[in-house]
């Protein structure tokens, strides 16, 4: 019999990532900014101004035992259809356009998701209205206002990467 040692054989296992996808967050940041503009001015003064609070991480919750709403919902309460561009394990996007402007909704299955990608979507600039797992963009600015006081929320606003907010 041979007594030598027989080399280790390592096994590797893959693990599914936790978070958004990578492919589905680009393009629903690439949505954004053609929806939204790039950047919405000032930052922390926005945001003073706009929650009364001066914090530059709003909660992503305007009430936490509220139920989020849905993509349908929040596209209903805008006038429009929303024609969906994502759906997967993390969340739904739809787009639609009005005589109002145009619109971006997304909802989400967890509040670290949404949050998650709020962080990437921040990086390229715009403004968002923030709710209880669900995000809403809209150009102009005044009809996240309008949502605002049937959906309640935070309106965020994300600074280009690299750009200081500008003062207003």
Excluded: H
Aim: hydrophobic share 35%; aromatic share 8%.
């Amino acid at each position: 019999m041979n007594d030598a040692p027989r080399p280790v054989t390592t096994v590797y296992r893959t693990t599914r990532r936790s978070g958004p996808r990578p492919v589905p967050v680009a393009a629903a940041v690439c949505a954004l900014v053609a929806i939204a503009g790039c950047g919405g001015g000032g930052g922390k003064a926005d945001a003073r101004a706009e929650t009364g609070r001066d914090t530059a991480r709003p909660s992503a919750s305007a009430s936490p035992v509220a139920k989020p709403a849905r993509v349908e919902q929040l596209a209903s309460a805008a006038g429009c259809k929303p024609d969906f561009t994502t759906k997967v394990d993390d969340y739904r996007q739809a787009v639609c356009k009005t005589a109002k402007g145009k619109f971006l909704f997304l909802d989400f299955v967890s509040a670290k998701g949404e949050r998650d990608w709020l962080d990437t979507a921040q990086m390229y600039g715009g403004v968002y209205l923030v709710g209880n797992r669900w995000v809403l963009s809209s150009s102009p600015r005044k009809n996240m206002e309008t949502l605002r006081a049937k959906f309640g929320g935070t309106i965020e606003d994300g600074a280009p990467y690299g750009a200081s907010p500008s003062p207003r």
